[in-house]
Every structure is written in structure tokens, then in C-alpha cells.
């Protein structure tokens, strides 16, 4: 079985300063990881994925994210967030079959203030 | 453009009325999929279509069920909505593993809001 944690519901920043937003990982089998967005009232947008390859994986939007297989985790980054940038985040797991069946954590709010 | 659509976005319906939720794609995929996400919660897959094929997970209630008529189209039907079941359906797509190696990213529809009243 699989299971994911986002140790942190709720994190606030300014803007411009940088973030991170931490998850961590339990299975017994190899996974592939992933981040996705979610803006209120919305459907799930991916935002990056590990699959296999170099651990640091990036998005378009600045974010990157870094698989660390020794300490399960999956923690996504930004050096400098914008306003745009808040939403709510959810870390997921799937196991080396379909990417949809996946497992998701309880997700971080990220807010960002001017 | 949009590739998963989901209808309507926001279903107001009364405590024990059957309810349905739409699901249709452009994307030609093989398999779809029905997540439930109660406010504040991370979405939970209820279960899943390869093909015709039913995949149901081990804890959807049995008051969930759902239909497939073709490759485009999935409904979630709900047989009797309580208080409880309240919640944001998301639906999603991908293509099935083995066939196409690491491309099976999972693509979602904009979710369907549903109000128990």
C-alpha cells in the first residue's frame, strides 16, 4: 500500500520570497511521483512529475521539485512565489502502472501576500 | 480545447434523489476514472473504466455506481445522495500502462460540485 503526507496544511508567504512546500512518501514498490494544483473551484492541473531519469524535475512556472529516494520525499520549491501562485497543492504516488490511479496527500494551501 | 469535460460544474440535488454527473473526452483514452474530494480532503478515486472493463476500489460505497456507453463517454451515478456525499467529482483520463510505456499522464475535467439539499 501507498500512502502520501503533507506534514503542512497551510503555508503563507510574501510575495517574492521562496517556498517550500514538503511531502513524503510510503510504498513498497517503486512509484512515480507527481505534483498538482488545484485554484478554487477547479480541476486538478499537473504541475511536474517524476517518472524516472534526473531527480530534479521542473515546471514551465518556475517550481521544481526533487525526488529523494533515500528520504521518501517529493518536495516541491519556487525561489520567488507571485500572487498567481495561490492555490492549494496536492503531492501523489502511483504505482509503475497508469498515472491516474493515483494516491494523494491531504494537499498545502499556499498563500501568497503582497 | 478543453479535453475532459465535465457537466454540469455545480448540481444542486435533494437528500435521497438519484443524481447523475457527465463525463466526456477527446482524448481517445482507454481508461477513466471518478475521484471524490469532500472539502478540505484530497481527492479519494472511487473507481475506474479500462475500456469496458469496471475496476471498483474497496471502500466505495455501493450507493456509487457508474456507466460507460463508449469509449467517449462516463457517467457516476448516484443512487440515493445523503448529506455526506456532498462533495467535488473529478473526473480523469489516461492512457492504459504497458501500451504506452511512461506516456499515461492522467488528465482531469474541471470537477462537478454537487450540493446535497
Known amino acids: 500500500a501507498q500512502s502520501v503526507t503533507q506534514l503542512d496544511s497551510q503555508v503563507p508567504v510574501f510575495e517574492e520570497a521562496p517556498v517550500e512546500l514538503r511531502c513524503n512518501y510510503s510504498s513498497s514498490v517503486s512509484v512515480y511521483l507527481f505534483w498538482y494544483v488545484q485554484y478554487p473551484n477547479q480541476g486538478l492541473q499537473l504541475l511536474l512529475k517524476?517518472?524516472?531519469?534526473?531527480?530534479l524535475v521542473k515546471s514551465i512556472n518556475g517550481f521544481e521539485a526533487e525526488f529523494n529516494k533515500s528520504q521518501t520525499s517529493f518536495h516541491l520549491r519556487k525561489p520567488s512565489v507571485h500572487i498567481s501562485d495561490t492555490a492549494e497543492y496536492f503531492c501523489?504516488?502511483?504505482?509503475?502502472?497508469?498515472?491516474?490511479?493515483?494516491?494523494f496527500g491531504k494537499g498545502t494551501k499556499l498563500s501568497v501576500k503582497p | 480545447d478543453a479535453m475532459v469535460i465535465q457537466n454540469p460544474r455545480y448540481q444542486v440535488t435533494q437528500f435521497g434523489k438519484p443524481v447523475t454527473l457527465s463525463c466526456s473526452q477527446t482524448l481517445n483514452h482507454n481508461v477513466m476514472y471518478w475521484y471524490q474530494q469532500k472539502s478540505s480532503q484530497a481527492p479519494k478515486l472511487l473507481f475506474h473504466?479500462?475500456?469496458?472493463?469496471?475496476?471498483n476500489e474497496a471502500d466505495t460505497p455501493d450507493n456509487f455506481q457508474s456507466r460507460r456507453p463508449n469509449t467517449s463517454f462516463c457517467f457516476l451515478d448516484i443512487r440515493s445522495p445523503g448529506l455526506g456525499d456532498a462533495a467535488m467529482y473529478l473526473c480523469?483520463?489516461?492512457?492504459?500502462?504497458?501500451?504506452?510505456?511512461?506516456?499515461?499522464?492522467?488528465?482531469f475535467g474541471q470537477g462537478t460540485r454537487l450540493t446535497v439539499v
Open positions: 473504466y479500462y475500456d469496458k472493463d469496471f475496476n
Open positions: 501523489a504516488v502511483s504505482d509503475r502502472g497508469s498515472q491516474g490511479n493515483l494516491i
Open positions: 517524476y517518472l524516472s531519469g534526473s531527480t
Open positions: 480523469a483520463t489516461s492512457k492504459p500502462a504497458g501500451v504506452a510505456g511512461l506516456n499515461t499522464e492522467a488528465f
